[in-house]
T-cell receptor, first 114, second 115 residues
Framework: GESVGLHLPTLSVQEGDNSIINCAYSNSASDYFIWYKQESGKGPQFIIDIRSNMDKRQGQRVTVLLNKTVKHLSLQIAATQPGDSAVYFCAENERTGANSKLTFGKGITLSVRP | DAGVTQSPTHLIKTRGQQVTLRCSPKSGHDTVSWYQQALGQGPQFIFQYYEEEERQRGNFPDRFSGHQFPNYSSELNVNALLLGDSALYLC??????????????FGEGSWLTVV
């Protein structure tokens, strides 16, 4: 698999390989993190989330890892498929008192080679 | 169970005009947030509505206003449109805030082009 930070716009992987997408978040007080997948012309699609009291969460073919010490989040996709090609965003839930809002990273394009 | 639905899907407006975008939250959700997504960028928070009140606002001018109805649906209004308002406008809904442990879902968005 390959890994890249969100400061690089594109990740290209071979079909069947594992993909790792990294994200650095900014607010140490953020308590909830989400990965979204966005296909061209569509809205963000929820993939997986993780709360700040956890460091790992697994879904179907996806795993999210959270390292609060260095404010780092990663999304691992196992056995990447052509249908995984999309732009991926990490989002952190920033709290202000009783309110909260999502702040998104810039996104990275995942391109799967057949 | 319908997810978050938005209308219209696409529209074109002239600079200086006004636009209203609509959102129906996912069933059982009472909190609606609006985001603006410029081409090639991540979504930017505009504001959030809960119990028919604006609870929180992002860094957007007063030309952007909204409303939430008793059935939890919401409208986003933008006055005096500028070319830079051209973007995908996204509605997101949740049950309470994310901090209370509920997932946030997005609609497919409304594509606004200002000419």
């Amino acid at each position: 698999g390959e890994s890249v930070g969100l400061h690089l716009p594109t990740l290209s992987v071979q079909e069947g390989d594992n993909s790792i997408i990294n994200c650095a978040y900014s607010n140490s007080a953020s308590d909830y993190f989400i990965w979204y997948k966005q296909e061209s012309g569509k809205g963000p699609q929820f993939i997986i989330d993780i709360r700040s009291n956890m460091d790992k969460r697994q879904g179907q073919r996806v795993t999210v890892l959270l390292n609060k010490t260095v404010k780092h989040l990663s999304l691992q996709i196992a056995a990447t498929q052509p249908g995984d090609s999309a732009v991926y965003f990490c989002a952190e839930n920033e709290r202000t008192g009783a309110n909260s809002k999502l702040t998104f990273g810039k996104g990275i394009t995942l391109s799967v080679r057949p | 169970d319908a997810g978050v639905t938005q209308s219209p899907t696409h529209l074109i407006k002239t600079r200086g005009q006004q636009v209203t975008l609509r959102c129906s939250p996912k069933s059982g959700h009472d909190t609606v947030s609006w985001y603006q997504q410029a081409l090639g960028q991540g979504p930017q928070f505009i504001f959030q509505y809960y119990e028919e009140e604006e609870r929180q606002r992002g860094n957007f001018p007063d030309r952007f206003s909204g409303h939430q109805f008793p059935n939890y649906s919401s409208e986003l209004n933008v006055n005096a449109l500028l070319l830079g308002d051209s973007a995908l406008y996204l509605c997101a809904s949740s049950r309470g805030t994310a901090s209370s442990g509920n997932t946030i879902y997005f609609g497919e968005g409304s594509w606004l082009t200002v000419v």
